[in-house]
């Protein structure tokens, strides 16, 4: 990858976005991860108004001390980033106290979760109304296109999405080329939402390097092929690492196509109209 020109890409594409649809600039979630350190880097050296926005809910200190660091060194570098922290502890709390607890442990926790990336969404969306900016997403290619590993209509409910065509792995390469906090590059990935230590590998069972492997592999079956199926997989020379990674990466692409595609739309026959 050529770190410079790809750098330059994005940059002049959020610029263009930004004239063409006659907003003021960006709005982004901070995180203390790598994906939003990037994005608010990217949208930062546009030269656009950039809000980043912190939005604690529960958050583990380390988190929030990575989003504080990185949020400091981009306005000590770009002169249009401010940022603002909207304490979601209690409106959080508020809702679990509002809503039935129904349901197993596993599904309500999880329904807890995705509620904590849906306050954020609309949190953004909030600043982004007041103030004419888009919301930036901060989704990469393996998370968006291959094992939909995101909260429909939370962080999956953006304007924009500058890096979704880079793999987890050119994420932290372009990074590091951009100077982004050590601390952030050698943080494990997590999503946060579960309020625990847990990273995304520990959710998903495979690290990104083990799925973008998963993702070209089917691609270039696919390709050469025209269809694939895990029955394919067993009946190659894969380790059983490869075939366990392949099978968690299909089973996760075909669970969350709902997230992927387009919303089913029912179309009704002319005649009956």
């Given at each position: ?41 990217l ?46 502890t ?22 807890l ?15 982004a ?10 989704g ?11 909260t ?28 982004i ?11 946060g ?17 083990e ?11 696919t ?51």
């Open positions: 990858m050529n770190h410079q020109e790809v750098t330059d890409y994005i940059v002049n594409w959020l610029n263009d976005y930004v004239m063409q649809s006659r907003t003021k600039g960006f709005v982004i979630g901070i995180s203390g991860g790598i994906d939003s350190a990037l994005t608010s880097t949208c930062a050296m546009t030269g656009q108004p950039v809000v980043c926005l912190e939005m604690p809910i529960h958050q583990a200190e380390s988190q929030v001390s990575r989003a504080r660091e990185h949020i400091t060194w981009l306005k000590s570098k770009f002169k249009f980033v401010t940022d603002y922290c909207i304490e979601l209690p409106v959080f709390e508020n809702f679990k106290n509002a809503v039935p607890a129904e349901g197993s442990d596993e599904s309500i926790q999880l329904s979760a995705n509620t904590r990336a849906r306050l954020r969404m609309t949190s953004l969306y909030y600043i109304g007041l103030k004419g900016l888009l919301v930036a997403g901060t990469n290619k393996v998370e968006d296109f291959g094992i939909g590993f995101y429909k209509y939370g962080d999956g409910g953006v304007d924009i999405s500058p890096i979704a065509d880079l793999k987890k792995t050119e994420v932290y390469a372009l990074a590091e080329f951009l100077g906090a050590q601390s952030i590059q050698e943080a494990a990935p997590t999503d939402l579960f309020g625990d230590s847990r990273s995304d590998e520990d959710q998903i069972g495979a690290s990104y390097p799925l973008e492997w998963a993702m070209d592999y089917i691609h270039e079956q390709a050469s092929k025209g269809s694939w199926s895990l029955l394919q997989a067993e009946k190659v020379d894969l380790s059983e690492r490869q075939k366990e990674v392949l099978a968690i990466y299909w089973k996760r692409n075909r669970a969350n196509q709902h997230k992927m595609l387009p919303i089913p739309i029912c179309i009704i026959p002319e005649e009956f109209k």
